[in-house]
């Protein structure tokens, strides 16, 4: 069975940074293009960044370029998710899902940032 845990996040000021991880059991990630996608309050689900299988390109929402960071550890069969500078804007639920499916219901039970002065 596929499973994704997710973790990392909290509450932080605007300007601070947290590092979400996404744990993977049932599946090697290096071999799946991986996403992290969140849905803020009242709002559907956002792609935020990508990294494809393998070499493991990375992708960004424009409004992440710059402040985010995706990053694979294959030894721990993690995603990452470094994020600087965190707005207001950025508090959600954050989940990491197959790039694929990133529109569907996300498999893990996310993990929420919230960012408030």
């Known amino acids: 069975e596929v499973q994704l845990v997710e973790s990392g996040g909290g509450l932080v000021r605007p300007g601070g940074s947290l590092k979400l991880a996404c744990i993977a059991s049932?599946?090697?990630?290096?071999?799946?293009?991986m996403s992290w996608v969140r849905q803020r309050p009242g709002k559907n689900l956002e792609w935020v960044s990508g990294?494809?299988?393998?070499?493991?390109?990375?992708y960004y929402t424009d409004s992440v370029k710059g402040r985010f960071t995706i990053s694979r550890d294959d030894a721990k069969n993690t995603l990452y998710l470094q994020m600087n500078d965190l707005k207001i804007e950025d508090t959600a639920v954050y989940y990491c899902?197959?790039?694929?499916?990133?529109?569907?219901?996300?498999r893990g039970q996310g993990t929420q940032v919230t960012v408030s002065s």
């Open positions: 990294m494809n299988s393998g070499e493991g390109q990375t």
């Open positions: 049932g599946f090697i990630l290096r071999d799946h293009h």
């Open positions: 899902t197959e790039t694929n499916a990133w529109r569907s219901p996300p």
